[in-house]
């Protein structure tokens, strides 16, 4: 049996750290700082199963939400615009994106971070289309928003008997999904934290099987996403996540609806 080198591990660390905060990684001190440099990034951001780009966005919306201590969303903005994995405008539709499945204080904390280092890395401000330019229909409104759904999710949605209802519709997939400045998938992972925060079994389980469905994510990416997610969720929560995962994957499989 070979036996696996110990200092490779932690200059790998020190190597991937260094790229994903944009900054090189202080010598740790403590095990937790230690933790960082030879397991969250030594081996996590290092796995092969899913890409940078889709591991940056999961940390960032992961991070934004917990609201830790430290400036550990600034490092995940300042990586992100660095390795040019993510761009300035893409970024501040992600604070967007965030709002809706996180709230908008939540939602805060990514985009004053995006502020704070664009700010520091003298980056000119980005784009900033209207949320709807032109007057609108709205009829025309609400049956655009019925069809994101369907886009999205990979089934109708309800009709909007509510105020709540009638912004999913109209405001989440009728303006804010659709908007140029972020693709789907990156959109998905950021919804994927949201919803696993909300501890809610049925967006949870409709949203992880809508990523897949819509071929958005495949399942062993999802896998990949359950474990980058711990890193600020903790296992306890992570492992909730992991069996819908789990479920949802094998009604794919089967050709079946998230709820069959």
Known sequence: MSLLDPAERSARG???????TGAPLPAPTTPYAESWR????????????LDRRSRFFIALASAAIKTG?????????????????????ELREAALHLAVYAGWTKGAELEDAITRVAAALGLPAADCPPIRAAPWDPAVRSEEGAQGFIDVMTFPGGPPASPYLEAIRNFVFGE????????????????????CESCADVPIKSHIHAAMASGNCR???????VLQYAVHAGWPRASEIQGAVFAMSKKIAA?????E
């Open 176 to 195: 804010m999904w659709c908007r140029p400045g972020l693709d789907q998938r990156a959109r998905r992972w950021i919804t994927l934290v949201g919803v």
């Open 69 to 89: 201590a430290g400036d550990h969303v600034d490092r995940y903005v300042r990586g992100a615009l660095t390795t040019g994995e993510i761009g300035l405008s």
């Open 219 to 225: 399942p062993d990416e999802l896998q990949e996403f």
């Open 255 to 259: 050709g079946l609806a998230w709820n």
């Open 14 to 20: 020190v190597a991937i750290g260094a790229e994903v």
């Open 38 to 49: 030879d397991f969250v990034f030594a081996e996590v951001w290092s796995r092969p199963g």
